[in-house]
Nanobody
Framework: QVHVVESGGGLVQPGGSLRLSCAAS????????MGWFRQAPGKEREFVAA????????KYADSVKGRSTISGDMNKKTVYLGMNSLKLEDTAVYYC?????????????????WGQGTQVTVSS
């Protein structure tokens, strides 16, 4: 059994920053990539950022590129998503997921295990 748990969400003012954390445990390989996705009300879940199984390769959605950083200890399957210059449109439930391979993919179907999500609300 695999558990994926996110934390760090909350209410943030526009222009502010936050850091999300994710810990995965259970029967998973240390080589698997991990990723962050988000889903806003009434919208489909979308890719935010991902990191390769060895931690050396990262990918970002254009909407967060330049103001987000994904990092982590891939041996411990712990990843973080730091976001700054937050915008109203960043409001969403943020999900962490464990990939099916070591490749940091942008497609939802390439991730096998998912957390329950953590709410991020950007509002003044």
């Amino acid at each position: 059994q695999v558990h994926v748990v996110e934390s760090g969400g909350g209410l943030v003012q526009p222009g502010g920053s936050l850091r999300l954390s994710c810990a995965a445990s259970g029967n998973i390989l240390s080589i698997n990539a991990m990723g962050w996705f988000r889903q806003a009300p009434g919208k489909e879940r979308e890719f935010v950022a991902a990191i390769s199984g060895n931690g050396y390769v990262t990918k970002y959605a254009d909407s967060v590129k330049g103001r987000s950083t994904i990092s982590g200890d891939m041996n411990k399957k712990t990843v973080y998503l730091g976001m700054n210059s937050l915008k109203l449109e960043d409001t969403a439930v943020y999900y962490c997921a464990v990939g099916r391979s070591a490749i940091p993919d942008t497609e939802i179907g390439m991730y096998r295990y998912w957390g329950q999500g953590t709410q991020v609300t950007v509002s003044s």
